[in-house]
């Protein structure tokens, strides 16, 4: 870990001038806020969740124990389903086979996936000479401010409306006012376009369940549905450790994310378990129906192997990825995503460590949690956090 030293450095300025930034003070404040009281008012509306949580918490805990067989088997479904499924080992894997499938000089729509950032999909796809579209409205953001997300599930929690409009003004070369209702009108109208004329969707999904096959994907946006609804090929990038046994446990796992998510139900919950098909004429069933001709699932390992075979980490591998761990960390709420590299926060560091950089990337960061305890407490996983944290102290310092 040759250039700890620098990366201390880096990270040390850009978190202190990211504490004094006004704009990201403001959007955390209100953001916690509203995490707060939409949570509580959720939880209350809907008092089963803590114990589904409990039972979610068993459900991982079994899958990421026979994740091998499980891998096998939604292989398996995927196939049966007359999709194509693959097993990427690495970051480099994953992106030539994804390359392979789409070729260049093609227009892609993408949807909102942590795993994507993992990979650096957009930008590597975009060197192969393809046109690539972040489809959830502040991964567009993003894009087009040459950023990286701020938030999981928020990623352009920081930039405030005055900022989106200045932004899209230049980019639409119209005048788009600072009103949040006219700047998600203006994107709307522009990817409409491209989700009708992409040649691929690409998305994540938040459950794999193996005996089905099935991918579910939570969005509110309805970005997802056109993306992986519109173009002739869809291609869904996801990790390992999101597969569990049945749909039923599937269903499970999605409501508890969603709920710790901040919402009560979802705008959408999209099931996806292959390329369209239509049984309609003589019932002979045809592929290639309405949505996609071409189903493609790419299962991402890329360090989640090792990280599941440590006993002391494998329960990182639970994240249901639902962010709520973000708003109740002390650091976070002052530097947002600036605490993170990839992945953020306590948990993030866990993950940047195994799969985003190593431990040299993770290395500032794990000083920096204050391994207050804060996120178990709001984790529907109750992982232990400040315990990682201790231990990849103690690699750092002792090798
Ligand atoms: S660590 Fe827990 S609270 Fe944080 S994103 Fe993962 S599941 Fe949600």
């Given at each position: 870990m040759a250039d700890l030293q620098k990366e201390f450095n880096d990270y040390t300025k850009n978190l202190n001038k990211a504490s004094k930034d006004e704009n990201i003070k403001k959007a955390i404040t209100r953001a916690v806020k509203s995490y707060r009281e939409t949570t509580a008012e959720t939880l209350n509306r809907f008092p089963h969740t803590p114990e589904m949580a409990e039972e979610v918490r068993g459900i991982k805990s079994n899958s990421i124990a026979h994740n091998s067989e499980l891998l096998k088997q939604a292989m398996d479904s995927v196939e049966r389903n007359k999709g194509k499924a693959f097993y990427a080992k690495d970051k480099q894997e994953a992106l030539e086979m994804t390359a392979k499938i789409i070729g260049t000089g093609k227009t892609i729509v993408k949807g909102k996936s942590m795993l994507g950032e993992e990979l650096s999909l957009r930008e590597y796809l975009e060197e192969k000479g393809n046109e690539v579209w972040e489809t959830d409205l502040g991964e567009f953001i993003l894009q087009l401010n040459h950023e990286k997300p701020m938030h999981i599930l928020s990623p352009s929690i920081h930039v405030p409306r005055e900022k989106v409009a200045e932004l899209f003004t230049k980019f639409f070369n119209k005048e788009v006012p600072p009103d949040i209702a006219q700047e998600v009108a203006v994107v709307r109208d522009f990817l409409r376009e491209k989700y009708f004329t992409a040649d691929v969707g690409i998305s994540g999904a938040n459950v794999v369940a193996a005996d089905t096959g099935a991918m579910v994907i939570i969005e509110n946006e309805g970005n997802v549905r056109l993306s992986t609804g519109a173009p002739p090929v869809h291609i869904v990038l996801v990790g390992i450790e999101k597969i569990v046994p049945t749909f039923q446990?599937?269903?499970?796992?999605?409501?508890?994310?969603?709920?710790?998510?901040?919402?009560?139900?979802?705008?959408?919950?999209?099931?996806?378990?292959?390329?369209?098909?239509?049984?309609?004429?003589?019932?002979?069933?045809?592929?290639?129906?309405?949505?996609?001709?071409?189903?493609?699932?790419?299962?991402?390992?890329?360090?989640?192997?090792?990280?599941?075979?440590?006993?002391?980490?494998?329960?990182?591998?639970?994240?249901?990825?639902?962010?709520?761990?973000?708003?109740?960390?002390?650091?976070?709420?002052?530097?947002?995503?600036?605490?993170?590299?990839?992945?953020?926060?306590?948990?993030?560091?866990?993950?940047?460590?195994?799969?985003?950089?190593?431990?040299?990337?993770?290395?500032p960061l794990v000083f920096t949690c204050l391994r207050c305890g804060r996120c178990v407490e709001r984790c529907p996983m109750k992982i232990n956090v400040p315990s990682m944290i201790q231990k990849l102290r103690e690699r750092v310092v002792c090798g």
């Open positions: 446990e599937a269903m499970k796992v999605t409501e508890v994310t969603w709920r710790y998510a901040q919402y009560g139900v979802p705008g959408y919950v999209n099931i996806i378990s292959g390329p369209s098909k239509t049984g309609d004429i003589e019932k002979v069933t045809t592929y290639g129906a309405h949505g996609p001709k071409e189903f493609y699932v790419i299962f991402v390992d890329n360090g989640r192997s090792d990280m599941a075979k440590e006993e002391e980490f494998s329960e990182a591998l639970h994240c249901l990825r639902c962010g709520g761990c973000m708003y109740e960390c002390p650091v976070f709420q002052v530097t947002a995503g600036h605490f993170g590299h990839v992945y953020m926060s306590g948990i993030g560091a866990v993950w940047t460590a195994f799969v985003a950089g190593g431990l040299e990337k993770a290395a």
